[in-house]
Each structure stands twice: as structure tokens, then as C-alpha cells.
């Protein structure tokens, strides 16, 4: 099984030879299941900021420095560069659904794992969406699920499901397995069309943050 475990360098350069000093740490790593570390130099973290967006705001509020200084903590990201990312990502999201849905020719089985391996990207999706929304932006799966429905008007069902398998319980019927993915994919769209709309509408200011 993957870890959930990702692990970002911070060197002074990325010439190769840089590289090759934690070539031996970086290989260990992975093969323990990690994914692959990712390598950074304080002025390309600062040059990203409007490339990836949705990736720097989620290390920002939920990395832990092991050592070293934190290059992360002053993070800031405008919001048109956060929604541009968040309307490519979700076009794309839909159009690898669109293409996993064919391609399982009604299989329970890959159609279930097509739902699955969704689902962390789509949490990913959610969260950016959430601050973009003017909302903060929860960690636990179940509380991204519950202010994304709330905040944006969609049904929690079909996310609930998939999250239960994501965590391992079960699938059910063919029938069962083809009603929730048309109850996502019908939900995601919901969304997508949220954030072409925020695209025009004045952000709302995240709870507790100015005003009374």
C-alpha cells in the first residue's frame, strides 16, 4: 500500500550534482512505498507560487518543517491563478472520468476503481475550491465533503460513497457501483460550473477574518 507521506527538499541549487547527494536517500524512500520526493530551491518556490497554486496553498496550511527554514509559510497565491488551475484541473478530472467510464465497458470492478482512484484528486480539487469560495479549507476527507456540498449546493451522497471505499469498505452491486458514478460525475460537473461562476462573483471572506 502507498503512503500518504510526501517529503519536499529544499536545496540551495538543482544542478545535478546536488541531485546525486540524495540519490541513495531518495531511492530508499520510494521503495518503501513513499511517493517520490520532490526537490525545490527557495527562488523557484517563489517564482511557482502562480503555477501551482493549488499544490503551495495545501502545503502551506498542512506541512510540518523537519528541518531547517520554513520556505512555505509566506505562501501567497492569487486568487485568478488559484481559479484558472481550479477549472483546468476539474475539466480534466471530468475528462478522465468520461474516459475511464467508457473504457470499463460496464465492468463493476474497474468502474469501482476508476471511482477510487478519483477520489484523492478530487478532495485536492474541493479544498482549493473551498478557499477560492472564501472558505477555510478543513483537512479531515468527511469535513471537505460536508462544507464543499454546503457551500457550493451539492449532494453528499455519492462523495460519502466513495470515500467509504476509498477507505476499504466494500462495493456492492453493479447497479449500485453505476448509480453512484452518475451521481458523481452529475455532482463534479455541478462544481466545475460553480467555478467558471466565481470567475465572475466578488470572493467571499473566509469565516473570522475581518469583520464581526
Not at 465533503?145 to 449546493?153: A, K, M, P, V
Request: hydrophobic share 40%.
Amino acid at each position: 500500500r502507498r503512503s500518504d507521506l510526501n517529503v519536499l527538499v529544499v536545496l540551495k541549487d538543482l544542478e545535478l550534482e546536488w541531485l546525486e547527494r540524495a540519490t541513495e536517500v531518495a531511492v530508499r524512500w520510494t521503495r518503501r512505498g513513499n511517493p517520490p520526493m520532490l526537490f525545490f530551491t527557495p527562488e523557484l518556490i517563489r517564482e511557482s507560487q502562480d503555477v501551482f497554486p493549488m499544490e503551495f496553498l495545501d502545503i502551506r496550511d498542512s506541512h510540518r518543517v523537519l528541518a531547517g527554514e520554513d520556505f512555505f509559510r509566506e505562501v501567497r497565491v492569487a486568487p485568478e491563478n488559484l481559479r484558472l488551475q481550479c477549472e483546468s484541473e476539474l475539466k480534466g478530472k471530468m475528462i478522465q472520468l468520461r474516459e475511464g467510464y467508457l473504457l470499463t465497458q460496464g465492468k463493476k470492478r474497474d468502474l469501482f476503481r476508476v471511482l477510487v482512484g478519483s477520489f484523492s484528486a478530487v478532495m485536492t480539487l474541493c479544498r482549493a475550491v473551498l478557499r477560492l469560495g472564501g472558505e477555510t479549507s478543513p483537512g479531515a476527507h468527511a469535513a471537505v465533503i460536508d462544507r464543499t456540498c454546503r457551500r457550493f449546493g451539492l449532494e453528499e451522497v455519492p462523495f460519502r460513497r466513495v470515500a467509504a471505499w476509498k477507505r476499504g469498505e466494500p462495493a456492492g452491486s453493479l447497479a449500485e457501483v453505476r448509480a453512484v458514478f452518475r451521481d458523481y460525475y452529475r455532482e463534479l460537473r455541478k462544481l466545475q460550473n460553480a467555478v467558471n461562476r466565481l470567475g465572475t462573483e466578488p470572493p467571499r471572506q473566509a469565516p473570522g477574518k475581518g469583520g464581526k
